[in-house]
């Protein structure tokens, strides 16, 4: 087990901080969260400016090892798209409901650019929040003024009241336009649902508890409403597009000890009883996909310990996936066991050897494009310098894809080629969306599982081969990929001298 194997390496890295893992896994999930709110770069971007910004950031990424972008689309019930049901997003622009100027679409580019780099990309929502603060001006074609009895203030911002029907009606809406109009690969969101408490003062949702509470105590309505749109999300996109997966990333810890026997070994804020998000109940009725908690301490935190956290985690999976929200400045600031080293290692190590964390994302993904510490440096030369696919998303559909076709070599003005014919078909679920090329030595045996095989993963139909003399023989093998990620089982072989 992944467990035993990582107890082992617990013990040598007490003896040498610094143990690289040698067999990289082949399928891992690399996530970056790009946000975009109180990003004022872009509103100062013209189009091409902000295209070459974009792809810029995708290619640093890419070389990094990134896998998934998650990309915040709406910040402030507002849009980095084009849309009839909310403004332009202030950050985007500069003032919200402004359009760009020429019109174009960041969102489609996004997608494209991602796709032409085998990268997925996630579209992030903040389902709530308004507005931070009552003096920043919304949009005149805002839905607050169109139906200002559906939204709250709360401190100094204004809220989505969450226990009112038409508030989830309206945000499902959001959900399904998205999802309907464009290629995205999944919908996520992140750890605002009820907003973060403010001491001494109650959220104001006297009015909608009155009305909707149906017997249940406020605490119980207030998760219950959340609930329901988590599982109203779930099936909209399941109606809509059954392949576009639904993920979260909570706050780190869902429940302390000392309020729940099933709780961690911390101290701190809930999910469960502050945000009134019973995340661990929507694993459980597969409402989500996948799992990304927040886990930005540093090992060894006194009222939350990373490691403490990862382990509890592990063992609420559910049965989906689950990867780790790194914070990428106080994972690198932060001293390991040996003080000359950084925690990242330790981090890395135990999201890989844990058999239910099958992978990792960054925060900010700003960070990783400044190289903060030389952390893009470190996880392009070590953890990430064997590319992955990121894991099958086998509850959805465990089907693999058939194999490619009419694999053959020939001379370009690019080179040596390897092409090959993607297998087309009408059923979604099994079309052939990007590919693995696998290279073997002459007498060595085949073997798919191991990533030090895997030599490219690309949508294209040709890989450019590294050809030298052509006195060396090779074997190929070209398999596909569809969109659960589900390889085809065999591949498609061809012996080559290079």
Known sequence: MKLKRYLIFLFLLTLCPIIQAQQHPKREFRGAWIQTVYQSQYSTMSRDAMQTYFTNMLDQLQQTGINAIIFQVRPMADAFYPSKLEPWSRFLTGTQGVALVPKWDPLKFLIDECHARNMELHAWLNPYRVSSNINEPLASNHIYFKHPEWFVQYGNGIYFDPGLPQS????????????????????????????????????????????????????????NNVNLLIKKLHQTIQHRKPWVRFGISPFGIYRNIHNDANGSETRGLQNYDDLYADVLLWTQKGWIDYMMPQLYWEIGHKAACSETLIYWWNRHS?????????????????????????????????????????????????????????????????????????????????????????????????????????????????????????????????????????????????????????????????????????????????????
């Not at 959001?174 to 001491?199: E, K, L, Q, S, W």
């Not at 003005?413 to 002459?442: A, H, P």
Request: net charge positive.
């Open 168 to 223: 989830r009606e309206f945000i499902t809406k959001v959900v399904d336009d998205i999802v309907a109009r464009y290629d995205i690969d999944a919908i996520h969101m992140d750890d605002y649902f009820y907003p973060y408490p403010i001491n001494g003062m109650p959220f104001p949702d006297d009015n909608s508890y009155a009305r909707y509470n149906n017997g249940m105590n406020r605490n119980d309505w207030r998760r």
């Open 318 to 498: 559910n049965g989906r996936h689950m990867y780790i929200g790194q914070d990428v400045k106080r994972t690198m600031d932060a001293a390991d066991i040996n003080p000359n080293f950084t925690q990242l290692n330790r981090k890395m190590q135990l999201s890989r050897y844990l058999d239910n964390i099958s992978g990792i994302c960054f925060w900010p993904g700003y960070e990783l494009i400044n190289n903060y510490k030389n952390i893009s440096g470190i996880l392009r030369n070590d953890y990430f310098s064997s590319p992955a696919l990121i894991p099958a998303y086998t509850f959805i559909d465990a089907k693999a894809p058939e194999e490619v076709k009419k694999l053959k070599t020939r001379w370009t003005s690019q080179g040596y080629v390897l092409e090959w014919k993607r297998r087309n078909t009408r059923d979604e679920m099994q079309k052939q969306i990007y590919f693995c090329i696998y290279r073997f030595k002459k007498g060595e045996p085949i073997d798919l599982s191991n990533a030090n095989n895997l030599v490219a993963i690309t949508r294209e139909t040709g890989y450019v081969l590294p050809y030298q003399k052509g006195n060396k023989e090779y074997t190929y093998v070209v398999t596909a990929v569809d969109r659960m990620h589900n390889e085809s089982i065999k591949g498609t072989k061809k012996k080559i001298k290079l």
